[in-house]
C-alpha cells in the first residue's frame, strides 16, 4: 500500500448532461422508492444518474456485502461513461470496504466522489493514496437548498480561485434581529495554510492507527459530527490528540455538530469549552462555525486542495481550483 505523499490529481469538472454514477458505500434505505428519489435528485441537477449494481441490494443494514459495494464503487471508477460519482447516503459501513478497493485503478481513473457523514472513511483515504481530490459534499438522499446547490457548482462544475469556503449564507441584520443559528468564533488566533482533510470526527477517530488515517501532517483539519454527547466529542478529540494527529496539523476548522443528546448531570462542559481546550493543547488557528457537517445549508470541500484558514476572519480559503 502506498504511504508517501502523492502528486495532487484534480479530477475534470462536471457539466451538465453527464453520467454520474450513484452508489451505496455504507448504510442502506429501506424504500426502494426513497432510493429512486435519491437518483431522481441526482437527475434534478440536471445529469443522467447512472445506479450502482447494488444499489437496491440489502445485506443487513448494509446496500450489500463489502465486496458487493466496492465492486460498485470500482466499478464506476472503471467505467468511461462514468464523470463523477455520488454517495446514496452514509450511515455506517465504508471502512469495511476499503480492503477491497482498487486504489491503482481509481488513481489511473480519475473523477470526483462526493458525499460526507460515513464516506469520510473513502474520501481521506482515497486522497491519500492516490492523490485524487475527494469532495466532502452532499448526498443524493437529501434536498439541495439554494446554498448547498451553490457551494456544489462553484467547486465542482464552475471552479474559481481563491473562493471562501463553507461561509455561512448571507443574512440580513436589522434592529432587533440578529444573528443566532450561524454563528461563527474564533478558538485560537493566527493564520495558516495547508492541505485540506478532515471530515466527520467519529470516523476520522475509527482511521486512527490504520493504514488509511489521514496524513494531518501540514493540513488544515475539518471536523463535524451529529447526535454525539459532549463527552464523547471530548473523547474522540482527545484519541486523535494521543494519537498525535492534532499535534501534526497547521490548523483546525470546526464545522457544525448538532442534535447533541441532552444531559441529566450537573456536571458538564460546554461544546465551546471542549472545542477550545483541545485546540489550545496544540496551539494551532482554530475557529468554530462553518457552514460543514449535518445541516441543510451545507458546503462542498474539496480535500487534498491547498487552503487558508484565517482564524481571526473566521474564514476559509480555497487557494486553487479543485477540478481542472
Known amino acids: 500500500m502506498i504511504t508517501d505523499s502523492l502528486p495532487l490529481i484534480k479530477p475534470r469538472r462536471l457539466e451538465p448532461g453527464q453520467i454520474l454514477g450513484v452508489v451505496a458505500p455504507a448504510y442502506t434505505i429501506d ?8 437518483i431522481e435528485t441526482v437527475e434534478s441537477l440536471g445529469f443522467r444518474a447512472k445506479p450502482g449494481s447494488h444499489l437496491f441490494r440489502r445485506h443487513g443494514y448494509f446496500a450489500g456485502t463489502d465486496q458487493e459495494r466496492a465492486s460498485d464503487l470500482n466499478a464506476m471508477f472503471a467505467d468511461p461513461a462514468v464523470a463523477g460519482i455520488v454517495c446514496l447516503r452514509g450511515g455506517y459501513g465504508a471502512s469495511r470496504m476499503l480492503p477491497y478497493l482498487d486504489f491503482d485503478l481509481i488513481r489511473r481513473n480519475p473523477k470526483p466522489l462526493v458525499g ?58 436589522r434592529p432587533g434581529r440578529v444573528e443566532r443559528q450561524n454563528r461563527m468564533s474564533t478558538l485560537v488566533t493566527g493564520a495558516a495554510r495547508g492541505r485540506l482533510v478532515g471530515g466527520n470526527l467519529t470516523l476520522l477517530a475509527h482511521l486512527a492507527g490504520t493504514p488509511y488515517a489521514p496524513d494531518y501532517a501540514g493540513a488544515i483539519l475539518f471536523l463535524e459530527d451529529v447526535k454525539e454527547s459532549i463527552y464523547r466529542i471530548d473523547r474522540m478529540l482527545t484519541q486523535l490528540w494521543l494519537a498525535g494527529s492534532l499535534q ?49 445549508d451545507q458546503a462542498t470541500l474539496p480535500i487534498g486542495c491547498e487552503v487558508e484558514l484565517d482564524a481571526d476572519a473566521r474564514t476559509l480559503t480555497l487557494l486553487e481550483q479543485a477540478v481542472s
Open 248 to 296: 501534526q496539523v497547521a490548523g483546525i476548522v470546526f464545522g457544525k455538530f448538532t442534535e447533541i443528546p441532552p444531559t441529566t448531570s450537573p456536571f458538564q462542559f460546554s461544546l465551546d469549552q471542549v472545542l477550545a481546550e483541545r485546540s489550545q493543547a496544540v496551539g494551532v488557528p482554530a475557529v468554530r462555525g462553518l457552514m460543514i457537517g449535518h445541516v441543510d
Open 31 to 38: 424504500e426502494d422508492d426513497r432510493i429512486e428519489a435519491g
Open 116 to 173: 460526507y457523514s460515513d464516506i469520510t472513511t473513502l474520501l481521506n483515504p482515497i486522497q491519500r493514496l492516490t492523490g485524487l481530490v475527494t469532495f466532502h459534499g452532499p448526498i443524493a438522499a437529501q434536498t439541495y437548498t439554494p446554498y448547498t446547490l451553490a457551494q456544489f457548482r462553484r467547486v465542482l462544475q464552475s471552479p474559481e480561485a481563491p473562493i471562501l469556503l463553507a461561509e455561512p449564507p448571507p443574512f440580513e441584520a
